[in-house]
């Protein structure tokens, strides 16, 4: 029997309780009301050019191209060159998903890993790497390094690994130098890497940190960037949503890209599986890969709250470590993280804690910063006054 861990976020309705009952008495004269910083759920509008697409492609009464259309492949191959520093993404290795969650639980499956065979991914990770495991009858394995798995041969060595940079929740970023390492010691041992990158737009990092042009590369680092890859994509996958940077996490919108072997291995199944993304949301799609504009617009956004709520986060006395990119303040107090979750809640401000990520996690808390202005203004009052 399947045996699947609770869902973590049902275990959050105490402190949301606690939150409530604050933000009910707080005599906030702009109207009270809970902070919810616990989920990573966008509160701005689909821009509306991407909204205008959907509905020019609403009459649709066939069925949609599981493989996407052509004009979507390549809208996808277009954007890894311009904005990912990664040219050269074969159209045929692009493939949408209904959303990336989903994606991630089942590629193990869609791939074929078995019983008996491994999964690794990082050891503070999003909680479905490990569940995509599971569902595979898979062994969940949590590494930050290769090192961990020790000398390992083909035989012994994880049949997935997955990256995920910009990290959900530290927000920590993966150079060049570490990715190609982690290529190379993949291929070596015939191991499938899967870089999930859904918050590469999102990076807060200054350019004379990055250690790199930032007119080389855009954005943060992409396992399929030929500084990383070597100028083959054999055996990677990059994983991408459009959820935060163009507030569509309600279109369930997402790709995945790389290896056409494998991108094809994934398709066939899907096809018999009726994995399909809706016609007028892969139009929706197109548009939005091909504009720029729309995403520097809501980074700014993102940057005007991140910069209102990280120095009241701060005086609160919690120390933000990595945070380098994406939409999470990674935090900790030197305490337990359910502690931390209580004193916030008792302002008013739901976070959720870094326990749900992984033990590593277990002093942490992760708060978002999708939360309309005026939230944001109100969460940096309570931790300051």
Known sequence: MLTLPDFPWDS???????????????????????????VGTPVDPTPDPIRQALTAAADAPGYPQTYGTPEL???????????RGAPGVDPDGVLPTVGS?????????????????SV????VAYPTYDV???????????????????????????????LNTPSNPTGQVLGVEHLRKVVRWARERGVVVASDECYAELDWRREGDRGESYAELPTTPSILDPR???????????????SKQSNLAGYRAAFVAGDPALVRQVLQIRKHAGMIVPAPVQAAMTVALRDDAHVAEQKE????????LRPAVEDFGLTVEHSEAGLYLWATAG?????????????GILVAPGSFYGAAGAQYVRIALTASDAQIERAGERLTS
């Not at 402190?15 to 009301?33: H, I, L, Q, V, Y």
């Not at 956004?301 to 209102?308: D, L, Q, T």
């Open 228 to 242: 990383v890859c070597e100028g083959s994509h054999e055996g990677l996958l990059a994983v991408y949503s459009l």
């Open 73 to 83: 492949r390549e809208a996808v191959s277009a954007w890894f060159a311009r904005r």
């Open 335 to 347: 305490e337990p993280a359910e502690r931390t979750v209580e004193r916030l809640a008792e302002r």
């Open 301 to 308: 956004r993102y940057r005007s709250r991140r910069a209102m």
């Open 120 to 123: 690794a991914f990082p050891r």
């Open 12 to 38: 959050l309705a105490p402190a949301k309780e606690r939150a409530r009952a604050f933000a009910t008495t707080d005599g906030d004269p702009r109207g009270s009301g809970i902070v919810d910083l616990s």
């Open 132 to 162: 995509g495991a599971r569902l595979a009858g898979a062994t969940p394995v949590a590494a930050d390094a290769t090192t961990a798995f020790g000398p390992v041969t083909a035989a012994s060595a994880p049949r997935l690994l997955w």
């Open 101 to 117: 969650k989903e994606l991630v639980a089942w590629l193990p499956t869609l791939l074929g890993v078995a019983k008996g065979e």
